[in-house]
Every structure is written in C-alpha cells, then in structure tokens.
C-alpha cells in the first residue's frame, strides 16, 4: 500500500481536540462533541489508507467538521419542522399546533409548580381535571368530563369500566382500523368484552342491533368512520335510534367520534364529522374523542357522558395509568378557554384558523411568499392545489387552497429532499413531479426563511 504512514501519525488525539476553542465554545455536550470528533478522525484514518487524502486538516478545520457533524446529530428526535404538506392534522408532524394561550399555559405548568391537584381557594387536595370538566360541561351541555391521554386510551377505559364479561354490539361497517394499532376488535378483546358484529359492510338498521340484544349485551358501541367513506349504497343506524333502544334496554350508547368538533364547521366545507353537543343532544350515554383533532388542542383523550358512567371511570384502576398529565391539562384549559368567544377561536387556534383560510387569502399569500422568492434572486410560481384535513377526519373532502413552487431543472424529489435536509426542515409534497409548499399550513411568520430557502435553492 502506498499510503503514508507518517500522515497516519500526524492526526491529532481526541483529548487535544477537546481543548480546542471551537469544540469548547459550540454550547454541545462533551460527549456528543467528542462522539462526533472519533467518527471525523477513523474517516480522515481511512481516507489517508485509501489514499483519498495525504494531509492532515489543522486542528480547526477538523473540530469545525465535528461540531458540524455534532450539531447535526443532536438535531433529531422531536423538534420543529415547517409544514408544506396542506394537510393540517398531520399524525407524522405532530398533528394540531397550539393556540399561543396553551403554549405559554404549558410553560408556566412545567417551568414552576403548579396547582394540579389542589384547591387554591379550599387550601386542600383537589383533583386535576375539575377546571377542564368545568370548562366542557359548558361548551358542551355534557353531564360530566374527564381527560385522559390519548382517544384510544378513552376507549380502553369506557369499555372496561362498563363492559368488560360482556357483549358489545357493533355494526359490520364501523369495526374499523384507525391507525396502526387502533383496531375496534382489538380494543373490545382487551378489554375482555365479546364483539356481536350486527348488519353488513354497507348497511345496517335498528333491527339489527334489536335482534341481538340479550342480558349479556352491556353496550351499544358506534364508532366514526374517521379515514374512510363508504359512498353509494351505503346506510347505518342514526345515533337517536340505538339511543332508544339502548333506554329500553337499560344498557349504555357510547360513541367514539374520533375529531369531535365543538364548533361547527361545516362552513369552512368540513361535513360529515360529528359535533360533539350534538352526538350529546341525540343520546349518546357516553362520547368520547381526541384533544389534539379538529378541537385543535394537545394529545389527549376526552370522555363525556352521564356522570354515573364517568364516576365508574375515576373509580377504575386502569384510569390512574392512562390520567394527562400537567402540561396536557394546562393546554387543555387554555384552548377550551378560547371557545368561549366563536370569533377568538377562529381567529386563536391554528387548526381553526387554517381551516377558515379563503381561497382568496391563500392566494394572496402564495403570491406574497412567490414574490419574496423572486425579490432574493429565486424561481417559484403560484399553483392552485386540494389540501385536506387529515388526521382521520373528513376522508375524501378537498378544500381549494394555493401552493408555491419551486422553478427550475431541478427534479421535484431533489427540491424536496434539500428543503426536507435543512437546519428547519421544511416539508413539502410531491405531485407530478412538482414540489408544493401549500399555503394553507404554512405560518406567514416563517415565509421569510422559507423565501430564502427557495431562493438559495433556485437561484
Ligand atoms: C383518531 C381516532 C382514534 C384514536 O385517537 P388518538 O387520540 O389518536 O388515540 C380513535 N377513534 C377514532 C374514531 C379516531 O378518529
């Protein structure tokens, strides 16, 4: 081999490196510096063996390369990513960005102690969840509320609390998968409960559920079709109709409505998603649905019903292991707090006010953010897009929205990798072989970091 074998001698040792000014200054922990320096240095080992290189960097220029390379790698896990997909309630994003009220709410809960399960004014032990139930009962008309971690979790804690050793009705076209891990069958089996599947695929009537019900039926279960539409001929059981056979039979309705809407929001073109008062209002014993969905709020899951049901559900074992927890609860108060003025909501909470975005304001802002691309020497042109929802709600809607994107020879698979590779990445969507940034999930406080992305990009 014809290497050097005094250029091999001449790489400098970790220790002296950890000494040196940019390793000490760059603000990253020792191990993670010193992690990086060993992976810098067998690289430059095996390129002086190889041949590929024959000098030795200076110390500077090999320590920058490991803060480099460190900086990098401490950048993983759960941080802040810009969302270009249109699709609001992205799972894989984080799904619903808090109104500011939450985010500072969080803050204050986790930076200090704070009141989680005491009265302030009794100056005695209190329970965590009394404000938010307050809070719901409300905006909902509900009996009574509880929080616990996630909506999957509601579900595994309604159905061992009121059906476990018994049979659980489901009609065919609502036993359902979710999401990886949500299957309806699944949940009713670890909760101990049998499943009397009842009508077909496509349809299903009251005398289904009527003909099965026997003294071991402990549930009428209904649970919102959430990514998935059947369409043509197609119907299932109105909730008012099991809510009266369920009264004549003396056995619970629950309903899982997955998003759970508190407002209306069929006027921004979302339909067939259930409101929360309204699933109430038609007889639901007990409802329950997600906190960080179309309500625009944090993860978690949230159960409403008949105060007798939900008094069994605090009892429960399992309900001390799946409880939120106090940066959950704090955001959660602070968001509900926001609904009760209609306009503060549309206006406070992302997912609402991305969701009431015009066409025309999109468009305005898709040509506001083409033209700061153009104003810094970059290419990009304004396209009318879809986006959706997401997050299991409103499967098939489209809403009319506006994208930007980036001009030149460039593939739309490199454009998307380079924009996805940078120190905020941002994320976009492919189609036709075009890259969109959709405006509609887009904040305007990031267009200028996102001109100058595209712009360095194009130009
Ligand atoms: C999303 C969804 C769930 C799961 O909710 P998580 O809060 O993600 O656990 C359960 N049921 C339905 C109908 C849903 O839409």
């Known amino acids: 081999m014809g290497y050097d074998k005094d250029s091999l001698k001449q790489i400098p040792q970790v220790d002296k490196l950890l000494k040196n000014g940019i390793i000490t200054g760059c603000g990253l922990y020792r191990r993670e510096t010193a992690e990086a320096l060993r992976e810098v240095l067998a690289k430059l080992r095996e390129d002086i063996v190889s041949g590929a290189t024959e000098t030795v960097p200076a110390d500077d220029e090999i320590a920058a390369a490991a803060v480099e390379l460190a900086i990098r790698r401490s950048r993983r896990g759960v941080r802040r990513v810009i969302n270009g997909t249109g699709v609001i309630l992205h799972s894989n994003l984080g799904r619903a960005c808090l109104p500011e009220a939450a985010v500072k709410a969080v803050m204050e809960a986790a930076s200090s102690y704070c009141a989680l399960e005491y009265d302030v004014e009794a100056g005695a032990r209190g329970d965590r969840t009394s404000f938010a139930s307050e809070l719901l009962r409300g905006l909902t008309g509900c009996e009574a509320a509880m929080v616990v971690n996630n909506n999957a979790a509601a579900m595994l804690l309604i159905l061992c609390s009121t059906a476990a050793r018994g049979n659980v009705i489901v009609s065919r076209g609502e036993i359902v998968e979710i999401g990886a891990g949500f299957r309806v069958p699944d949940i009713l089996a670890q909760c101990g409960c049998t499943l009397r599947e009842v009508g077909t695929t496509n349809r299903t009537v009251p005398g289904d559920y009527s003909g099965v019900i026997d003294a071991d039926t402990r549930a009428l279960l209904k649970v919102h079709t959430s990514n998935f539409r059947i369409v043509g001929f197609s119907e299932s059981v109105a909730l008012k109709d099991l809510a009266v056979l369920g009264k004549d039979h003396g056995i619970p309705v629950i309903e899982d409505i997955g998003s759970g809407a508190l407002t209306d929001i069929g006027r921004y073109g979302?339909?067939?998603?259930?409101?929360?008062?309204?699933?109430?209002?038609?007889?639901?014993?007990?409802?329950?649905?997600?906190?960080?969905?179309?309500?625009?709020?944090?993860?978690?899951?949230?159960?409403?019903?008949?105060?007798?049901?939900?008094?069994?559900?605090?009892?429960?074992?399992?309900?001390?292991?799946?409880?939120?927890?106090?940066?959950?609860?704090?955001?959660?108060?602070?968001?509900?707090?926001?609904?009760?003025?209609?306009?503060?909501?549309?206006?406070?909470?992302?997912?609402?006010?991305?969701?009431?975005?015009?066409?025309?304001?999109?468009?305005?802002?898709?040509?506001?953010?083409?033209?700061?691309?153009?104003?810094?020497?970059?290419?990009?042109?304004?396209?009318?897009?879809?986006?959706?929802?997401?997050?299991?709600?409103?499967?098939?809607?489209?809403?009319?929205?506006?994208?930007?994107?980036?001009?030149?020879?460039?593939?739309?698979?490199?454009?998307?990798?380079?924009?996805?590779?940078?120190?905020?990445?941002?994320?976009?969507?492919?189609?036709?072989?075009?890259?969109?940034?959709?405006?509609?999930?887009?904040?305007?406080?990031?267009?200028?970091?996102?001109?100058?992305?595209?712009?360095?990009?194009?130009?």
């Open 270 to 459: 979302i339909t067939g998603e259930p409101i929360v008062a309204e699933s109430l209002k038609n007889g639901a014993d007990i409802v329950s649905f997600s906190g960080d969905k179309l309500l625009g709020g944090p993860q978690c899951g949230i159960i409403l019903g008949r105060e007798k049901y939900i008094a069994l559900m605090r009892k429960h074992p399992l309900y001390r292991a799946i409880r939120a927890d106090k940066m959950t609860i704090a955001a959660l108060e602070a968001t509900l707090r926001v609904y009760s003025d209609p306009r503060a909501a549309e206006r406070d909470i992302p997912v609402l006010s991305m969701l009431s975005l015009t066409e025309e304001e999109l468009r305005a802002r898709a040509e506001k953010l083409c033209h700061d691309i153009k104003m810094r020497g970059g290419k990009a042109e304004v396209l009318p897009v879809k986006s959706v929802a997401g997050g299991g709600a409103a499967p098939g809607l489209e809403l009319a929205s506006y994208a930007v994107s980036p001009v030149g020879d460039r593939s739309a698979g490199d454009c998307e990798r380079e924009l996805r590779l940078l120190n905020i990445p941002i994320i976009g969507r492919v189609e036709e072989d075009r890259l969109l940034l959709d405006l509609r999930t887009l904040f305007v406080d990031d267009f200028g970091y996102i001109a100058g992305a595209v712009a360095e990009m194009t130009s």
